[in-house]
Nanobody, 120 residues
Framework: QVQLVESGGGLVQAGGSLRLSCASS????????MGWYRQVPGKQREWVAT???????NYADPVKGRFTISRDNAKNTVYLQMNSLKPEDTAVYYC??????????????WGQGTQVTVSS
């Protein structure tokens, strides 16, 4: 069973930066893709960014140009660099990873989340 552990959240003023980390208990080479989502209480979880096993990245429109997703295969860790933060970026941020398991098919793992709060 793979475990994903997020860290790096906190309180920051608008315009500031944070870097989130997602450490995997297993090798991230086995994942088709890893990504970040965020959720505000009372709303659905929202996709933020994805990085594939080949290194291709994709971003949701609200964060394009401000957030950068990257991976360090040697450390089995994915990062989310968040710059020019806005109050509307306030949310719990979750890391996820997709892999293909024989018979079971696509399996998705989730971390426990890390709180990001941006003050105005």
């Amino acid at each position: 069973q793979v475990q994903l552990v997020e860290s790096g959240g906190g309180l920051v003023q608008a315009g500031g930066s944070l870097r989130l980390s997602c450490a995997s208990s297993g090798s991230i080479f086995s994942f088709r893709a890893m990504g970040w989502y965020r959720q505000v209480p009372g709303k659905q979880r929202e996709w933020v960014a994805t990085i594939t096993s080949s290194g291709s990245t994709n971003y949701a429109d609200p964060v394009k140009g401000r957030f950068t997703i990257s991976r360090d295969n040697a450390k089995n860790t994915v990062y989310l660099q968040m710059n020019s933060l806005k109050p509307e970026d306030t949310a719990v941020y979750y890391c996820n990873a997709d892999t293909i398991v024989p018979v079971a098919g696509i399996v998705t793992y989730w971390g426990q989340g890390t709180q990001v709060t941006v003050s105005s």
